[in-house]
């Protein structure tokens, strides 16, 4: 089974408004990262936060980790239609080198 | 720099055929893995290398076999292709290094279809 579990599986939402997508892991680990994908293209990495890390910010992004919960959540801040994509969390079970992704949240910007 | 390049972008095979996805990095990255992903399920992990002559299992293995006898290549191959490896797959790499702090690259995906 998958290390990660996003939620929710589709956002739609209106330029302007932020989006918020929650992802859960099963396992100690050492970092969870962020990615995001376009049209079924490659992935790409938005940003990563450590275990010892409970919240980081990067432009538009913020992302929060919470360990005792297993969760993680990236919030989007003044969404714009380009913003428009899948969005994917990885985890690394702590030990191994296995980046395992959740299922991933399908997000939409409407203009 | 290139970064991770897979070949071929579309493949169509008949069942039972073989076939080897190539995966080429030029970053110089001890880490590379190979992924499918199929409708509704996000990336599942196939195998796994952290460095020349090593390799490992993922969460789903059965059915292909990877090797890693250069830092630069890690090519995948099918066996014996059936319809259920049907998917997309990508190649990822990334300089591990202490506590795996570094994001994975990815390729653009090789489409392979299984008829």
């Known amino acids: 089974s998958q290390q990660g579990e996003e939620d929710p599986q589709a956002l739609s939402i209106q330029e302007g408004e932020n989006a918020t997508m929650n992802c859960s892991y099963k396992?100690?680990?050492?970092?969870l990262q962020w990615y995001r994908q376009n049209s079924g293209r490659g992935l790409v990495h938005l940003i990563l936060?450590?275990?010892?890390?409970r919240e980081k910010h990067s432009g538009r992004l913020r992302v929060t980790l919470d360990t005792s919960k297993k969760s993680s959540s990236l919030l989007i801040t003044a969404s714009r239609a380009a913003d428009t994509a899948s969005y994917f969390c990885?985890?690394?079970?702590?030990?191994?080198?296995?980046?395992?992704f959740g299922t991933g949240t399908r997000l939409k910007v409407l203009a | 720099n290139a970064g991770v390049t897979q070949t071929p972008k579309f493949q169509v095979l008949k069942t039972g055929q073989s076939m080897t996805l190539q995966c080429a990095q030029d970053?110089?990255?001890?880490?590379m893995s190979w992924y499918r992903q199929d409708p509704g399920m996000g990336l599942r992990l196939i195998h796994y290398?952290?460095?020349?002559?090593?390799?490992d299992q993922g969460e789903v293995p059965n059915g292909y076999n990877v090797s890693r006898s250069t830092t630069e290549d890690f090519p995948l191959r099918l066996l014996s292709a059936a319809p259920s490896q049907t998917s997309v797959y990508f190649c990822?790499?990334?300089?591990?290094?202490?506590?795996?702090?570094?994001?994975?690259?990815f390729g653009n995906g090789t489409r392979l279809t299984v008829t």
């Open positions: 990822a790499s990334s300089r591990p290094g202490v506590e795996n702090n570094s994001p994975l690259h």
């Open positions: 396992t100690s680990i050492n970092n």
């Open positions: 936060i450590r275990s010892n890390e």
């Open positions: 990885a985890t690394d079970a702590r030990g191994t080198y296995k980046y395992i």
């Open positions: 970053m110089n990255h001890e880490y």
């Open positions: 290398s952290v460095g020349a002559g090593i390799t």
